[in-house]
């Protein structure tokens, strides 16, 4: 069954629409399956659903323009959300998300030899660095995309961005940047594939690469 207009067609099954409210536990199964660099990190978490709310689920309540998923045949394979203006995102983020998210969940404290499981992302959700890096001032929008391992290799990715690119820039932005895991190489090498850049930063949050490409008014 197809739920929502078909936006692009990759063919066997798979099918890009909008995302909606009823997609926020699919969002979060997907960033789970792909959020230790790249792969899969329901071992490693004790909350499944946190990662989600931290970093796919207030993309479809915030920037819900810019929030697709993927479908294929066995349901959610992957996500694809954008920003176009992150400085204003970010500001919802602290006003209206992250005071949500700090009293569902503890703060385990700075000691990072007493985390466990999701600790790393419950001290996240209560110390949140939602500040833009000066470096990336000429790329105003920002975007993740992540796809399950049946949907990738099949040219999704590629596609995927290049439509988010060309949304973004047709709603006026001037470059999108991505916050690429250091060791996720692939992705790494997948953006590079599409033009993006590594954009060097000293006030970069640990743990984050930038990349970006200017987008053509
Ligand atoms: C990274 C990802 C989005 C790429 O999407 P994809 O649909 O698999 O990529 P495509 O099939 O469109 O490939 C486009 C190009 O990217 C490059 N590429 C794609 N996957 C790659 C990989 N695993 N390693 C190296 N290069 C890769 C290739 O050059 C490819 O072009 P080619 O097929 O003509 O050689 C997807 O594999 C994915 O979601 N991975 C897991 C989650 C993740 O790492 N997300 C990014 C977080 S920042």
Known sequence: MIVGQVLLDFGDGFFLRQADAGDHAALCMVCLR???AGADATWREDDPTLMGHIYAVPYQVF?????FVVDGPQGVAGYLLGALDTAAFYHRLETDWYPVLQGRVFDPGPDRSNWKGSDWARHAVHHANLSV???????????????????????????????????????????????VHPRNSKAQHFYAVLGYEHVASASSPTGSAFMAKQLAP
């Open 34 to 36: 792909t959020g230790d």
């Open 63 to 67: 920037a819900s323009e810019y929030a």
């Open 133 to 179: 890096p000066e470096a990336l001032a000429a790329y105003p929008s920002h975007g993740h995309i992540d796809l399950l391992p049946e949907a990738r290799g099949r040219g999704i990715g590629r596609r995927s961005m290049h439509f988010l690119e060309s949304r973004l820039a047709a709603s006026g932005s001037t470059g999108l940047f991505l916050d």
